[in-house]
């Protein structure tokens, strides 16, 4: 019987990206509200804070070293995941890469940064999610939480699709696709399928665009954070919505909002 204060116990997840920032933030918070948890990461360090989450945790909390880029490696996540939990109920596709691409680059450079981005943020996310679906469908349904960006949402300032990314916006871009189609065809299945489209939120990738990994002052005092973001997936996993892009804006309330029109869900 689950506890009234974790939520979440008796379930599974998988999150991608977990060494660090973001997928830390999520792979934390699922494990405090009494979720087993495995985590994974290129990083081999991920092993390491899985078992510091685990000395606090109720569940049963996993670390391994993998490459969601790599099939081998996703059939190996979602077995060990399976072996260790009987299922999977909870995916958060939060791995990602990002570099500066630029439109009059190299044919070879373009096409290796098209590889680098695209083999993560888009196949990684689509063979992660197709291996854990059939597990989903199994329990019942459960939840796939694809981790985009604000980019895709109508602007609410400066700074939007930079024009020196467009490789990884196009990646962002593409998870839409995603979103909305498997929200929609997997609705039989009771499987809900959102995105998280954050603004700017302290992280590894944000302060790797600074000198010494220093986020600037004004910007470190406004940034979110990944416990912030966090508890915005946790409001989602509770609300029960599909098919949506959620935003979550710097200097504005960190919430849900209502449920979108059908044909804003994606768009905004």
């Not at 390491?48 to 989450?53: N, P, R």
């Not at 796939?144 to 609410?156: K, Q, W």
């Not at 909305?180 to 609705?187: E, H, P, Q, T």
Request: contains cysteine; proline residues 5%.
């Amino acid at each position: 019987m689950s506890s009234p204060d974790r939520f979440l116990e008796g379930k599974s997840a998988i999150v991608s990206g977990a060494a660090r920032g973001l997928g830390e933030g999520f792979a934390r918070r699922l494990a405090e509200e009494g979720a087993n948890v495995l985590m994974f990461d290129v990083l081999p360090e991920v092993e390491t804070l899985a078992s510091d989450i685990a000395a606090s945790a109720s569940g049963t909390i996993a670390g391994c070293t993998a490459d969601v880029s790599k099939r081998g490696d996703v059939e190996a996540v979602v077995n060990l995941a399976v072996a260790e939990f009987g299922g999977i109920d909870i995916l958060v596709n939060n791995a990602g890469t990002w570099k500066e691409t630029l439109v009059d680059s190299s044919w070879e450079e373009a096409l290796a940064d098209w590889d680098f981005i695209m083999d993560t943020n888009v196949k990684g996310l689509l063979m992660l999610s197709r291996a854990c679906v059939p597990h989903m469908q199994a329990r019942g349904g459960g939840d796939i939480v694809n981790i985009s960006s604000y980019y895709v949402l109508p602007a609410r300032g400066t700074g939007t699709n930079p024009p020196r990314t467009d490789l990884y916006s196009a990646s962002k871009w593409a998870i839409n696709g995603f979103t909305d189609a498997w929200s929609k065809y997997l609705a039989k299945d009771n499987i809900r399928v959102n995105a998280l489209c954050m603004g700017a939120t302290d992280s590894p990738m944000l302060r790797g665009l600074y000198p010494d990994n220093e986020l600037p002052a004004a910007m470190a005092e406004v940034v979110m954070t990944p416990g912030q973001i966090a508890g915005l997936m946790m409001d989602l996993l509770k609300d029960g919505r599909t098919g949506e892009n959620v935003g979550a804006w710097v200097g504005e309330p960190i919430e849900l909002g209502p449920v979108k029109e059908p044909h804003k869900r994606i768009t905004g």
